[in-house]
């Protein structure tokens, strides 16, 4: 029953990001986890309240851990809440990871919270690295001062609603996916944000000569044990909370593609 | 070690269980219902009850012969033992998190059916937890829902008992032959009363388990199931099962392998919290909750993701079947939707390219 039992973690630091999202730093109050890799996990729990899954948004290599939180829930608003001091049980680390080893350019594609996943991954040493991410509204669009400082990333930005303080694209991020330079041999995509967008942007990648097997998704279900226990996390075949979240895309389209699977 | 034993022996079997500390489980009639509780002696098995069985249909019965495992799968199953309804994982409170103590007693399983044995060695391959000690009861008289022969777990006891035993009622006599799997059961049956089993006694058991092989109320289509569902994921045939299906979970409750579980957080006005898992079904609508909603929201979803991860991804999960054919979703469906039936109009649909037989 160890496979239950979280580890306490105390709140460092608590960074607004958006409206409904913060960022957390946590510390271990005394013994610590393994280390996380991009894309993977944690369980977070809330005393008395419940667990839920929080990606890893950042690794910064000093036993600390580091969760992007959008309020959604009644679990997701206590952590949201938590400010420095308070104690938070976390399991993990979850899951599988980006798989980064033979990626020559890296595009990243993120919808929304989408981009906490992500994240890790932008300071990873490729020839040339691709952000396209997408949020509702400009107030919706995360670590945008960390972004505009990022030197060798191209960046690209889209909203689905401008307003007057909105200078930049508007639209989908398949838009600027459809016509970014991109050299479908060396490039590795990773894909994270709502289904529909992760299909349609397959669907685009795939159209300029990408191979799936060089696409790769964090899915998302239910994961309530984390190891593959509970049963909640099905997709098809997978149980994500160990098969998954990040999956080729092979393995996932037609999992995807079915409804209500 | 083959030995047959009499009604006394099978006594002192439950006695010289009990004795070592072990908590002796097995049949008993209770509520109209072969069910499953502690035993204090053989007594209490439910000698002369049989049960008559269909869709959405189980009734108890009085049998011609006294005897004691003449009964097909109940409304129980060893589930509840090994992987109880519910469950406290841990507490938590001001001075930090304190797992629960596995207080699960070292169980001996008396007359467990061998699609049962088949179950605990699935269910036990993903809950773990301390091996029971089995004693199986081979079956020689399949119930009109068994299809345990199709799907490889029966009527012949498989692997995995300590003991098994025979039932025989002739004009011989009420007996068992017991035979070893493992040294504890063969230590076990060293310390009853019995006599060496002879040639004899032992084709008759294999007669008796051999002519039920061709008793079996129902069969799983010959085909690789794996196959049939995955052709069938987006076939209009779950809107049909939909149509009948209530969503209620029974089947996912009787089912011997069913595992999935939901975990639960509870306070107390102390500030005390306590974490819990109880069984949880995927036929409940938070099953798959997201924020936003539930991702499989329609009956027919709900039964696809039931009936394919039973009969096909449990393969890829896990490297098995998840389904045993012991019967009990049929019986206990109160719509008497049959899996076998919906997997027969399935493998139909596929080889048919999709259109509905």
């Known amino acids: ?261 | 070690m083959n030995v047959v034993l009499d009604l006394d022996g099978l006594d002192a079997l439950v006695r010289v269980l009990r004795r070592d500390g072990r908590v002796v489980v097995g049949p008993v009639l209770r509520d109209d219902a072969i069910t499953l509780a502690e035993l204090s002696s053989a007594a209490g098995l439910p000698s002369g009850w049989g049960v008559e069985t269909g869709p959405g249909h189980y009734r108890v019965r009085r049998r011609a012969d006294a005897a004691v495992f003449g009964h097909s799968a109940g409304p129980q199953s060893w589930k509840r033992f090994l992987h109880p309804p519910r469950r406290r994982l841990l507490s938590s409170d001001s001075s930090g998190l304190h797992p629960a103590e596995d207080d699960a007693p070292n169980y001996a399983f008396l007359g467990v059916r061998p699609c049962d044995l088949a179950a605990i060695a699935k269910l036990r391959q993903i809950v773990g937890g301390r091996a029971p000690f089995v004693v199986a009861a081979q079956c020689t008289e399949p119930g009109e829902l068994c299809f345990c022969a199709s799907m490889g777990c029966g009527p012949a006891a498989g692997a995995g008992y300590d003991i098994a035993l025979t039932e025989r009622i002739d004009s011989d006599g009420h007996r068992f032959l017991a035979t070893s799997g493992t040294d504890e059961g063969a230590e076990v049956l060293a310390r009853v009363p019995a006599r060496p089993a002879s040639p004899n006694d032992l084709a008759l058991a294999d007669q008796d388990v051999e002519a039920a092989t061709r008793r079996m109320g129902r069969a799983m289509p010959e085909l690789d199931l794996r196959d049939v569902l995955t052709a069938n994921r987006d076939s209009a045939h779950w809107e049909t099962v939909a149509e009948r299906c209530l969503t209620c979970g029974n089947c996912t409750m009787v089912c011997p392998t069913c595992f999935c579980v939901s975990v639960e957080d509870t306070t107390d006005l102390d500030g005390n919290a306590e974490r819990s898992q109880r069984w949880a079904s995927c036929f409940e609508i938070d099953f798959s909750y997201l924020h936003g909603g539930a991702v499989r929201t329609s009956g027919a979803a709900r039964y696809r993701q039931w009936m394919t991860h039973k009969l096909g991804t449990w393969h890829d999960q896990f490297g098995t079947s998840g389904c045993v054919g012991c019967g009990r979703c049929i019986a206990w469906c109160p719509a008497g939707i049959d899996i076998t039936e919906e997997a027969a109009a399935l493998a139909t649909m596929m080889e048919l390219g999709g259109e509905r037989p």
């Not at chain 1, 992007?68 to 206590?78: D, F, K, L, M, P």
């Not at chain 1, 060396?186 to 685009?204: D, N, Y």
């Open chain 1, 1 to 261: 029953m160890t496979t239950w039992v979280p580890t306490p973690y105390e709140v460092v630091t608590r960074t607004v990001e958006t409206h409904d999202s913060v960022t957390l730093t946590l510390r271990p109050v005394a013994e610590s986890l393994p280390a996380f890799r991009p894309g993977q996990f944690a369980m977070l729990y809330a005393h008395g309240v419940g667990e839920v899954p929080i990606s890893i948004s950042a690794i910064p290599g000093d036993g600390t851990l580091v969760h992007t939180i959008r309020a959604v829930g009644a679990v997701s608003r206590t952590l949201h809440d938590a400010g420095p001091g308070t104690v938070i049980g976390v399991r993990g680390p979850f899951g599988t990871a980006w798989r980064l080893d033979d990626a020559e350019d890296l595009l990243v594609v993120a919808g929304g919270i989408g981009l906490a996943p992500l994240r890790p991954v932008l300071g990873h040493p490729a020839k040339r690295t691709v952000l396209i991410a997408g949020a509702r509204s400009r107030q919706d669009l995360l670590y945008q001062d960390e972004i505009a400082q990022l030197s060798d990333v191209d960046v690209v930005l889209t909203v689905d609603h401008g307003d007057h303080d909105w200078h930049g694209r508007v639209g989908f991020v398949t838009e600027p996916l459809a016509s970014i330079p991109l050299d479908p041999d060396r490039t590795t995509a990773l894909l994270c944000g709502p289904e529909p967008m992760m299909r349609f942007c397959a669907r685009t990648l795939l159209g300029r000569g990408l191979p799936a097997e060089r696409i790769q998704v964090s899915l998302e279900r239910n994961m309530q044990c984390g190891v593959g226990l509970c049963g909640h996390c099905q997709l098809g075949p997978l149980l994500l909370c160990r098969d998954g979240p990040v999956t080729g895309y092979p393995m996932a389209e037609p999992l995807l593609l079915a409804k209500e699977l």
